[in-house]
Every structure is written in C-alpha cells, then in structure tokens.
C-alpha cells in the first residue's frame, strides 16, 4: 500500500512571528526527500508542525496523511498512524528504560502486544545492527548518552516502530564517518523492505550520498524556492546558496524562534478555525 503525506500552503508562526509562508510538500512511499537551505529559515520548524509540537501555531494550510486531516490529532495519534519524527536534539527520559519505551511505543499501535521473545529478539538485532553497546535496553532513553549514541537511539526507535513516513531532523549530525555509514545503511534496509518514505535534513552531501535522494528540496524565507533531485543536492554542496540568491533574486532571513507555552493537547489548528 503507498501511503501519502501531503502539505498545501502550511502558514506556521512562532511567538506571532510567522516561518513558515506557504509551503506545499508531497511525499510518498519509497521517496527519500533532501530538504535544505540555511539555518534559521524553516526546515526544523516544517518537521514539528508535521508532528504536531505545540510550540508551533498552524496559521493557515493542511495537512494530510492519507487523506486524513492530522493537524487536530495528538502528537500519538500522528506517530499510531504511521508518522515518524527523529529529533535534531534527542530529549532524556530519566527512570524509563529504552526497553520499556519502545514497548509501550510498539502497543500503542498493535491491537495486541508484541510478545517478549519477538521484542527482545527484534531489539537485540537492531542494537546490533547499529554497533550500540549490549545494555542499551536496560539504560535510561538517552541518560548519559553521548550525542553519536542519542542520534543512533533516534534510529533504533525507528527500526523499531517501522513508520511510514520519516522526517529525519539532521540526524547525521555528531555522528563520525563509520557511524553516518551505519544509520544510512539501515535507512536504505528500511526502504527496501517496508517502502519507507523520508523527510531528510541535512547540511552534508555526503549523508544524501549515501541514502540517494529522490527529491531534493531548498527552504529560504519560509518557502521552498527550488525544486529538483540529487543534482540539486550536489550542486548546493559544491556552490553554497549564493548562485541561488542571484537567480531567484532572493536573500536568507535569520529567523529567531521562542518557544509557545501550550499543553500538548493544544491544537492550535482548530482553535483558528473557531475563531474565524
């Protein structure tokens, strides 16, 4: 079954300061998509509004998971459904243990629990696969990890949850060589074996090289400017934005962001909606 997400003129501001100015973005199935650009001008921000962090205010557009309206579903409701956020900084959860996490993860989307012997087969495999050390089950999520160890986490959680669609917030970053080629290669066993589709943030072509993208995205203002495929992507590592700016006669906005207070049950979206 493919599965689409599809964005149409999303409008997100932070703190009345608007980022996001009318982004259109569709991703399917077996789609590896590079979105880039400088910092400070969206790409992060796109990837939470997706998921639904409440710091952020849907001002105007839709998104839909197959055809399904997820701007007024709960951050769980958005993962149960297939969708998948790897986090640019990894939070720490202390007195949960990874494995606890992720099976309480892994129910909430199964009509029935995942038996014990599935589980810990399942979560020794990935550890392994990932060169993680043999106790990460038994540790706190990300408690005394180092940054290369939160990001692997990252990964693990989605070998694990096996999404539909993942939005990878430079999630190659803090990682040395061996270990970009170690998440990469299982982003591309995902792929071939669940058709798993991605939202991937990265500054590094060498990243994109490895996971070879089929779209290729760039974010300037709010608003993807350029469109094309891998070539963009090489293009941009060789040449920076500057040719960008002169064709399209465009200059980058540091945008500062401050965080909403907002529960997480808050659905910025709906309140707009009623209030006109």
């Known amino acids: 079954m493919e599965h689409v997400l599809k964005i149409k003129d999303l409008h997100v501001s932070v703190d009345d300061k608007k980022i996001l100015k009318g982004v259109n973005l569709t991703v399917k199935s077996n789609e590896v998509h590079a979105l880039m650009g400088p910092n400070g001008n969206g790409k992060s921000t796109l990837l939470q509004a997706i998921m639904g962090h409440p710091r952020y205010r849907i001002d105007q557009g839709e998104v839909y998971f197959d055809d399904v309206d997820i701007l007024c579903k709960r951050v769980d409701e958005r993962a149960k459904a297939g969708l998948f956020l790897a986090m640019q900084y990894p939070l ?23 038996s014990l012997f599935k589980f810990i087969k399942g979560i020794e495999a990935n550890i392994k696969k990932l060169h993680m050390k043999e106790d990460l089950a038994h540790r706190f999520v990300n408690d005394g990890f180092s940054g290369g160890e939160k990001k ?38 995902l792929r071939s074996e669940t058709g798993l589709g991605m ?67 808050t659905c910025a979206h709906q309140r707009m909606k009623d209030n006109g």
């Open 92 to 114: 720490t959860i202390s007195g949960v243990t990874n494995s606890d996490f992720l099976k309480a993860a892994i129910n909430a989307k199964r009509d029935e629990p995942i």
């Open 152 to 189: 692997r986490n990252e990964i693990l959680q989605m070998m694990m949850l096996r999404p539909e669609i993942a939005m990878l917030d430079e999630i190659d970053s803090g990682l040395d060589v061996d270990a970009i080629k170690l998440v990469a290669d299982a982003l591309n066993e």
């Open 199 to 265: 939202i991937v943030v990265s500054h590094y072509e060498r990243f994109f090289d490895m996971i070879k993208p089929t779209h290729a995205h760039v974010i300037v203002d709010g608003r993807i400017v350029v469109e094309g495929d891998e070539e963009l992507v090489k293009r941009i590592d060789q040449d920076g934005y500057d040719w960008l700016y002169r064709e399209l006669d465009i200059k980058p906005v540091k945008i500062n962001e401050r965080p909403l207070v907002y529960s997480l049950g």
